[in-house]
Structures are given as structure tokens and as C-alpha cells.
């Protein structure tokens, strides 16, 4: 088996379709490779390009999957029929109760007790919760199968 046909099979195996992805079958068959632990410069022996060229397609691949991971996370935002606004200062142990409450409201059951949604909250959030206290505006959604989306908010004021 050549690594050519190697490459194809693992993209047919993942599911690979240029006409419906972000990433350029460059970018996947690159981003394939580096996921077995092969070195830039191999894959440049590979491909018939330089492993600066690698490195720049790899990036862009890196970028384009952030971009599409963060296309999907606003969609989900948008639909999830629990909003929650949490303001800069609000302290991390008062998420919950306002969570749940939106959820009860709403009718809509959420899939984590109170430390585990604080942890995700606290997670998503990045640097925007510090211990305790919520550093930047947020926006807490829940999904009708009760999956939580954290965002970080421009304007949490607007939501409702």
C-alpha cells in the first residue's frame, strides 16, 4: 500500500468530502498525518513540497477548523431556547440556580449538576472566569436536550 493510498483511505474512512468541508484536501490530508505523529518534513517528502509549505497548510488547517468549531458553537447559541446573560463581577457559585431557573421556565432539563455545569462554565469560559468571579460578560445556553453552550458576550444586557 502506498502512503499516497494510505492518506486517501484515511480520509475516505473519516468521512473526508472537499465539496462540503472548510479545510482543502491539502489541509486534511496534512492534518490527517501530523493526527498519526508524522514530522512536517516527512509529510513535505510525501506531498513534493517544502516543510515550510507544510507548516503554513497545517496553520490554516489549524485556523479554519477554530473558525468552523466557533461557526458552530454561535449557531448552537442562537437556537439554544435557554439564554442565560451572566454579567462581569457575577460570582460562579450563583450560575447554577439562575440556570436552572431559566431551564425550569422554559421546561427544558439540564444534563449537569450544579459543580459539574460550574466547571464547564468556568472551562469554556477561559480567562473570562477567575476562581470564583466572572471577569467578562457571558451567555449561557441550553439546548432542548439540555446541552450547555458558554459564550462570551459583546452585549449581555440585550439578551433576556
Known amino acids: 500500500m502506498s502512503d499516497r493510498h494510505d ?11 472537499a465539496e462540503t468541508s472548510v479545510l482543502t484536501r491539502r489541509q486534511a490530508e496534512v492534518l490527517a498525518l501530523r493526527e498519526r505523529d508524522v514530522a512536517q518534513a516527512a509529510i513535505a517528502d510525501r506531498l513534493g ?9 497545517e496553520a490554516s488547517a489549524r485556523e479554519n ?7 458552530v458553537a454561535f449557531a448552537e447559541a442562537l ?3 435557554v439564554r442565560v446573560a451572566v454579567e462581569t463581577g457575577t460570582d ?3 450560575v447554577p440556580s439562575r440556570v436552572y431557573d431559566a431551564c425550569d421556565e422554559a421546561g427544558v432539563k ?6 459539574e455545569l460550574m466547571k464547564r ?4 469560559a477561559g480567562d473570562a472566569v477567575e476562581g470564583r468571579e466572572v471577569h467578562e460578560d457571558l451567555l449561557i445556553g ?9 459564550r462570551k458576550s459583546r452585549e449581555v444586557g440585550r439578551e433576556t
Open 7 to 17: 492518506v486517501d483511505e484515511i480520509l475516505d474512512r473519516a468521512g473526508f468530502d
Open 110 to 115: 439540564v444534563n449537569h449538576a450544579a459543580p
Open 49 to 57: 513540497t517544502s516543510r515550510a509549505n507544510v507548516s503554513s497548510v
Open 142 to 150: 441550553v439546548t432542548t436536550d439540555g446541552a450547555v453552550t458558554v
Open 79 to 81: 437556537r439554544a431556547p
Open 121 to 124: 462554565v468556568s472551562d469554556e
Open 92 to 94: 460562579l457559585y450563583d
Open 65 to 71: 477548523v477554530r473558525k468552523a468549531r466557533e461557526t
